[in-house]
């Protein structure tokens, strides 16, 4: 997409657009009418394909839709366990410690950074890839519970202990070139 710079496709039913933005790129979704719909009922979507690396993943990206002002962030924001299609409780603690015991997160710091450019859009809904839709009103209390809790990966995969190798001494000196 790199290459791409406000170039255009068009189909039968949708014309996108592209503009390359540094860490972000908009699209414009245009749904041309069909058989089933008319000129007026054709909307003008906008979405931001926010880039997020290393969130979950090296080539980790997320959406975000303008016109309902929705985010779907893929991994971050899970809730564990069974939760109503919309969510309203801060399980931000709960996520947190869940995001430690699964250790999906190398480090803290790009998960934070990340928040960090999510907050300002102020999302209306959180559309998790794992859990309900956060509503905008909690969405700040998941943000607040990412940067004050502890949650990258603290020697667990998937809730069990991940043991460190044991080295003998030469092999270790070896190693370490000492």
């Known amino acids: 997409m790199r290459q791409v710079v406000n170039a255009s496709a068009t ?14 790129s908009s699209v414009r979704m245009a749904a041309m009418p069909g058989p089933n719909r008319n000129a007026a009922a054709s909307a003008v979507r906008g979405c931001t394909f926010i880039e997020t690396p290393h969130v979950h993943h090296w080539d980790s990206m ?33 996520m947190c410690e869940y995001y430690g015991e699964i250790g999906i997160f190398a480090h803290e710091e790009p998960v934070r950074r990340t928040i960090d450019r999510l907050e300002p859009l102020a999302p209306d809904f959180v559309h998790a890839m794992h859990g309900g839709t956060l509503t905008g009103e909690i969405f700040p209390k998941y943000v607040k519970a990412l940067h004050e809790e502890r949650f990258a990966y603290q020697g667990k995969s998937i809730g069990r202990p991940i043991e460190e190798p044991e080295m003998e001494s030469a092999a270790l000196a070896t190693y370490l070139g000492t």
């Open 11 to 24: 189909s039968r039913r949708a014309s996108v657009r592209f503009d390359r933005r540094p860490r972000a």
């Open 62 to 94: 997320m959406v975000f839709e303008e016109s309902t002002k929705s985010l779907f962030p893929f991994d971050l924001f899970i809730q564990p366990g069974d939760q109503t299609p919309v969510v309203n409780e801060d399980h931000g603690a709960m």
